[in-house]
């Protein structure tokens, strides 16, 4: 006699649309509320290495959520699956009676707390002082994002030449409704952190509190169905779907069509709006989740106050609100009282000098190619940043620049992202061709890090343990939201120095910005030295 068991929370609307699916074929179950129990919990993310709700297992197998299982009926699958499972001759001992308290409480390790002895407080760092007052302007605090990325200093100059730059211009086409944007596409990303910012900074710009909690609620939906019933017009609607979109890879030409539709003028920078503040997301998303970064006291008890019962922090802890006011205390003389435009303007200058006045001609030379999805960023200061960003987080530094491409290369694969995975193949063999890397090692490394990162392989001749290592962190990144396994994270520890795994994590971080962009964005064509490369390693592989 087989089992079938489900994990879930109550009123969670996806774990009822799989009890039911199941209940109309007439399938026993046994269903385990963890809504209250921190111990079944535990217990579902040991054994399913998710931690959203539903997990189904068919007796020891895990399905997966409410989408594989509806997609395992949609493919007509479904029925010869169950038979399989009920025609065990005897019940499978799951789940399993023999984990301990002990083991569980280490399921999961949040890379904060590896990191919390090595942050930086930037309001105390002098090179960082003209943008203070930029972030106090767009935040009124300084997040707790900041204090890990200042980790490494080059990484927090270019990462917030390339925020700020592509922010004010997204800012600048869409006005309040980025905060809407932004929402859409973090809640799409399960990111709670960025959700509740977004949520502060929506009541911050004066927009109506029912506005995102019903879009909130309508999006928990499992089947959300028509969102004409959202408090926004046609027209933002769609780029409320583009937000999503872009999160979830899923932008369709349809979608776009209906935006240019629904409002012609308006839709050509609408959409290079959406595009730009999902990119900024694109980051902030996956290092607040790869991180696991503590949630400041004041922005939870907005969240609370304006998302209802039903908002989770999921990963993320939350700050004492006793010591959460969330002001700047910068020892640096009238900056909280002033906003200096000439200084940012030179500190963006400053930090993106090394890229020059020719954006092709810098690419060309660090990267080999030109990117399309930079080419097509079309505005200027963006541009610029945004290319010192990319180029500063994949070189060489204290990681190789080719294993970084391969960490890229695993999370544009498993996205399904096609154009940025053939173009970081071909940057992958152009970093291994430099550091003086054969030819077949260098291929056999492109075709095998994404089984290398699933741990397919317990050895693989081509990749050492701190490869691997890397790779599963990238792999781990890929998902909604990321899931960060105590063993890896201890395995980091042992590979890595903190510094070292701020780096991996911006070199993830990039390529999210990057993944959001093209999402929306869609480069027209293949960059011709990766059309030339992809031919010569479909030869070779074959």
């Known amino acids: 006699m087989g089992k079938i068991i489900i994990f879930f929370k109550e009123s969670c609307g996806h774990c009822q649309r799989a009890k039911t699916l199941l209940s109309s074929k007439q399938i026993p179950y046994e269903a385990i509320d963890i809504t209250n129990d921190e111990y079944q919990r535990l217990l579902m993310i040991h054994l399913s290495d998710r931690q959203t709700v539903p997990q189904i297992f ?25 038979r399989e499972v009920f025609a065990a001759t005897t019940p499978p001992n799951f789940p399993p009676q023999n984990i301990s308290e002990q083991m569980l409480a280490e399921t999961e390790l949040p890379l904060s707390q590896v990191l919390d002895n090595y942050t930086v407080d930037i309001t105390k760092v002098h090179q960082f002082e003209p943008i203070i007052p930029v972030f106090q302007q767009q935040f009124g605090f300084m997040p707790h994002t900041f204090k890990y990325v200042a980790i490494w200093d080059k990484a927090f100059m270019t990462w917030s030449c390339a925020h700020l730059t592509m922010w004010r211009n997204a800012s600048n086409i869409l006005s309040d409704f980025l905060t809407v944007a932004g929402f859409a596409t973090s809640n799409a990303a399960e990111c709670s952190y960025c959700a509740a910012h977004a949520t502060q900074l929506s009541i911050d710009k004066g927009i109506k509190s029912d506005r995102i909690l019903k879009l909130y609620e309508f999006y928990r939906l499992p089947n959300p169905g028509d969102d004409s019933i959202l408090p926004f017009t046609p027209f933002e609607r769609s780029l409320i779907r583009l937000a999503r979109g ?87 003389s009238s900056v909280k009282d002033r906003l200096n435009l000439q200084s940012l303007e030179s500190y963006l200058e400053n930090n993106v000098a090394s890229v020059g006045n020719d954006v092709n001609t810098y690419l060309q030379k660090q990267l080999g190619l030109l990117p399309r999805w930079i080419q097509q960023i079309p505005f200027e200061d963006a541009q610029r940043a945004t290319a010192r960003f990319y180029v500063a987080m994949t070189e060489n530094s204290q990681i190789s620049a080719e294993l970084k491409h391969l ?44 089984d290398v990162a699933r741990g397919k392989d317990s050895y693989h001749k081509y990749f050492d343990h701190r490869d ?58 293949i960059e011709p030295e990766v059309a030339e490369f992809l031919g010569t390693y479909t030869a070779i592989a074959r």
């Open 407 to 450: 960490m890229n290369l695993v999370v544009t694969q498993a996205n399904g992202h096609s154009y940025l995975a053939n173009l970081e193949r071909f940057l992958v063999h152009r970093a291994a061709k430099a550091k003086g890397m054969n030819t077949k090692t260098s291929l056999e490394r492109i075709a095998s890090c994404l």
């Open 58 to 82: 068919f007796n020891e197998q895990h399905i997966g959520g409410a989408k594989e299982l509806l997609a395992l009926e949609d493919q007509q699958v479904l029925d010869d699956k169950l």
């Open 246 to 332: 872009a999160t979830l890879n899923q932008v369709t030409s349809e979608e776009i069509n209906e935006a240019y539709r629904l409002n012609p003028e308006k839709a050509p920078l609408a959409i290079t709006g959406v595009a730009a503040i999902t990119a900024c997301y694109g980051f902030l998303n996956r290092f607040n989740d790869l991180i696991g970064t503590e949630i400041e006291g004041k922005i939870e008890g907005t969240a609370m106050k304006e998302l209802g019962e039903h908002w989770e922090m999921g990963k993320h802890e939350t700050q004492d609100n006793s010591d959460a006011e969330l002001s700047f205390n910068s020892p640096f």
């Open 468 to 525: 691997a290592v890397a790779l599963k962190l990238a792999l781990a990144s890929a998902s909604f939201p990321p899931f960060t396994p105590y063993s890896l994270v201890k395995s980091l520890q042992r590979c890595f120095t903190p510094r070292q795994i701020v780096e991996l994590v911006m070199n993830l971080t990039v390529c999210g910005f990057a993944q959001r962009w093209t999402a929306v964005i869609k480069p027209d064509l």
